[in-house]
């Protein structure tokens, strides 16, 4: 299950990513090439992408251990002080993303019952755009607890050393 998901993330990224690509593109040539496709709109549509897409990415860097992190410490350690280290990191990275999933959420839901939208030509739901946050959080949170259970119940020091790149 956790392959579907990842290809499903990265899939989804992808989508995003090519989804801004072809709108920011057909803003250009409306703005440069003819008067006749002026997508007005795109600038800020583009963003709101970029930014789902992005939080999205947040959740396959904790599978994939990729958040930049001061590790130079860590590297030197042996596995089994690297273990206790990485279930501190994992214990602090999920209560602080269980709180970005429980605050993002009263943001998104408050614009949501407020209506509130953006003050330009899209009047886009500000709440699909404040959505990216506990969304990407949750899935994160769930990442942060597989990781944590994976390093307190199935550690295994060949797996899952903080490699020190002199390999």
Do not use: K
């Not at 593109?25 to 409306?30: H, M, R, W």
């Not at 939080?55 to 599978?63: E, K, N, Q």
């Amino acid at each position: 299950m956790l392959d579907a998901w990842d290809r499903l993330e990265r899939w989804l990224i992808g989508l995003l990513g090519g989804l801004a690509l072809c709108i920011y593109l057909t803003q250009i040539v409306g703005r440069y090439l003819t008067t006749e496709i002026d997508f007005s709109a795109g600038e800020e549509l583009t963003i709101y992408v970029v930014i789902w897409a992005t939080f999205l990415t947040a959740s396959l860097l904790v599978r994939e251990d990729g958040h930049v992190r001061a590790d130079l410490l860590l590297r030197m350690m042996r596995p089994e002080r690297q273990r206790w280290l990485e279930i501190a990191n994992c214990g602090i990275a999920l209560g602080f993303c269980l709180a970005l999933t429980w605050y993002g959420w009263l943001v998104s839901s408050d614009s949501y019952d407020l209506g509130e939208r953006s003050n330009t030509v899209l009047s886009f739901p500000m709440w699909v755009y404040y959505a990216a946050l506990p969304f990407s959080a949750a899935l994160m949170s769930i990442r942060y607890a597989r990781r944590l259970w994976q390093f307190c119940f199935a550690f295994d020091p060949a797996t899952m050393e903080v490699h020190s790149g002199r390999e």
